[in-house]
């Protein structure tokens, strides 16, 4: 990918499956790169070329904090991935409580990220985010409804900040990606009380391609989205779903 040579990236969710790949195609691009989680790193071994910071983004004092240690440690931010989601999937009966945690990590703490890291790239008036939503996104699915409106939203804030920072250079887009073998699948399925093998022949079968995508398929989509390649993208949705949404 083009002009992505010593970038410096920031990565949330970056220890999950999705991030952490994002986290390894970006450092074979040259990127260096600050993987933010709320999980302590543990037994993850992390490419030299990234620099793990610990905490939780629906915190903004704490949020604001890490973003100008990033900056600090790292140089100007030029790449942003808003990968960090809370998965809470439920209907009607949802309370306070399942709204709270659902919508100040997936819509909060993605904009409360946005808001430092992008005050620093109008600094250097260029800069690439990409919000991270969903088929989930697009469509309506069976008990999924905090899910699915915060990848709505997701959706709306990318659009809305794509206005907001076209003036100072800075591109933003959305990677929709349909359902992709991870552990957050294999959980998901557990703590609904499913067989996370029949839900992944469930899950392939509605798929063009037969099958669930894989986490470095989407992370090569972000690292396009991230290079000067994709320059003229911006307020976009790019759907990386193995034909989910085209049946």
């Not at 704490?62 to 100007?76: A, H, R, S, Y």
């Not at 250097?124 to 709505?152: D, H, L, P």
């Not at 993208?233 to 193995?242: K, R």
Request: hydrophobic share 40%; proline share 3%.
């Amino acid at each position: 990918m083009r002009g992505l040579q010593n970038k410096v990236a920031v990565i949330t969710g970056g220890l999950g499956d999705l991030g952490f790949a994002t986290a390894e195609r970006l450092s074979e691009e040259g990127c260096r790169i600050a993987i933010v989680d709320k999980q302590p790193q543990k037994k993850i071994s992390l490419p030299d070329t990234c620099t793990f910071y610990q905490v939780d983004i629906s915190n903004e004092k704490q949020t604001e904090e890490i973003c100008k240690q990033v900056i600090n440690d790292l140089g100007p931010v030029e790449i942003l991935v808003n990968a960090a989601t809370c998965f809470i999937f439920k209907g009607v009966e949802a309370d306070t409580d399942d709204w709270n945690r659902i919508l100040s990590v997936n819509i909060a703490g993605t904009s409360f990220v946005t808001h430092f890291i992008s005050d620093n790239m109008k600094q250097q008036r260029k800069g690439s985010i990409i919000n991270f939503s969903s088929v989930s996104g697009f469509v309506g699915q069976k008990n999924f409804a905090t899910y699915n409106a915060t990848k709505f939203a997701i959706r709306g804030l990318t659009k809305c900040w794509a206005q907001d920072m076209a003036p100072f250079g800075i591109r933003v887009n959305t990677i929709c990606p349909g359902y992709i073998f991870t552990r957050a699948f294999v959980n998901s399925c557990q703590a609904l009380g499913l067989n996370p093998e029949e839900e992944n022949r469930k899950a392939s079968e509605l798929h063009l391609l037969g099958r669930q995508g894989e986490p470095k398929e989407v992370a090569a989509a972000v690292a396009f989205l991230a290079s000067d390649d994709s320059s003229f993208m911006t307020g976009s949705d790019l759907i990386v779903d193995g034909g989910y949404l085209a049946r």
